[in-house]
């Protein structure tokens, strides 16, 4: 397997969901982040774009500028502190998400093109995707409107999944996300 380093955007202000941390919301007894966290490799070196808080494993923590302008700059604050060839891009708030699921965007990953999942109605899951790193350092993030708007122009190659590997990129926007969750998990 290639190792990789993982990039988890985990800063939002989940408005959705009513306000506050989200990623501290329990699935199964664990926090969303620390579910996430423990999809990833033993060896993937891990940066959380987001306030400092407790995690199950170490992790290197970072901070966009300005504080919540949104994913695209999250992925900048992200970028200095990635090391691997691949970066796995990813939600704070996947809590059905697989090491194996992990291991399947990695894999699919070439040096010239991403991975990304496609649900199926065909939206592309940016959040849950794999790059090459230096695809990622070509974006100008500064400028890039949005995080669709960064990768989209990329190279990747579309991952059709089935029902069961759709659940991987779940994630928990809103109390019906997470009840939805708490029932799968």
Known sequence: MTSYDVLVLAGGRSRRMGGGDKTRLPVDG???LDRVLRALSADAGVVVVGDERPACRPVTWAR???LHAGPAAAVAAGLAHLASDVTVLLAGDLPLL???FVDRLVSATTTDAGA???DRVGIPQWLCSAWP???LRDV???ASSSLRAGLSALAFTRLAVDADGAAAWLDCDTPEDLRRARELA
């Open 30 to 32: 664990a926090p969303l």
């Open 64 to 66: 966009e500028q300005p």
């Open 98 to 100: 697989t090491e194996a």
């Open 116 to 118: 990304v999942p496609i």
């Open 133 to 135: 790193t230096a695809l």
């Open 140 to 142: 100008d993030w500064s």
